[in-house]
Nanobody
Framework: QVQLVESGGGLVQPGGSLRLSCAAS????????LAWYRQAPEKQRELVAS???????NYADSVKERFTISRDNAKNTIYLQMNSLNPEDTAVYYC???????????????WGQGTQVTVSS
């Protein structure tokens, strides 16, 4: 079975950093576009960042210059480096292994279980 497992979340103070990981099993992701989402309480799940098989990235305006998405195909893992965190970044973060349509990221139904990120003093 295809399975995604996120890790690296936790409690961090404002201005701090965290690095999230999402390990995939049951499939090779080297040819897939990948993404990180987040969902805060009483808000809809939103796309944070995506990366294509060729390494092109896109970011939500709210995280540009602070977050970096990357991938390690040999380890079948994707990462999200989060710097300069603020309370508005508090959410459950999910990874998604999407499909490639015209070389761009397209959401699929393959999700991880999520990892909690809490930014608070």
């Amino acid at each position: 079975q295809v399975q995604l497992v996120e890790s690296g979340g936790g409690l961090v103070q404002p201005g701090g950093s965290l690095r999230l990981s999402c390990a995939a099993s049951g499939m090779w992701i080297r040819n897939n576009a990948l993404a990180w989402y987040r969902q805060a309480p009483e808000k809809q799940r939103e796309l944070v960042a995506s990366i294509t098989s060729g390494g092109s990235t896109n970011y939500a305006d709210s995280v540009k210059e602070r977050f970096t998405i990357s991938r390690d195909n040999a380890k079948n893992t994707i990462y999200l480096q989060m710097n300069s965190l603020n309370p508005e970044d508090t959410a459950v973060y999910y990874c998604n292994v999407g499909s490639s349509f015209g070389g761009t990221y397209v959401q699929s139904g393959i999700w991880g279980q999520g990892t909690q990120v809490t930014v608070s003093s």
